[in-house]
């Protein structure tokens, strides 16, 4: 595979979810993978699940949980994929999520209205 471009390297999504343990969990059965602490690692992939340290941010930003994902070895269309299929799962898990990264025009955003 090709190097990962700058702008597919990182994506990080906001999730309205207070519990950041119960996201892991999720993200853990549903990629089928154990986590290392708060890291979940697949092929071409890492995926971190952490509390949002900036909990006092206006709106989304502010939500309690944030999933970083980082581009290992995907491509462009690999990654957007994936990422899209991270949000679609969230959310019919019942969360808001909204992406922040160089592709988010790409992916499927909350209405925040």
């Known amino acids: 595979m090709s190097a990962v471009s700058d702008r597919y390297r990182e994506c990080f999504l906001h999730v309205d979810a207070d519990d950041r343990h119960e996201v892991l ?3 853990s059965r549903r990629l089928g993978v154990v986590p290392d602490r708060r890291t979940l ?3 071409g992939f890492e995926v971190d699940v952490v509390g949002n340290d900036d909990r006092d941010a206006p709106s ?3 939500w309690a949980t944030k999933v970083e994902v980082y581009g290992q070895s995907a491509t462009g269309p690999e990654t957007v994929r ?3 299929g991270l949000m ?3 959310r019919s898990a019942g969360h808001r999520v909204v992406a922040v ?3 988010e025009d790409e992916l499927p955003q909350t209405d925040l209205d």
């Open 82 to 84: 994936f990422v899209t």
């Open 60 to 62: 989304f930003l502010g």
């Open 88 to 90: 679609e799962f969230l």
């Open 25 to 27: 969990a999720a993200l």
């Open 101 to 103: 990264c160089d592709f």
């Open 41 to 43: 690692t697949v092929p």
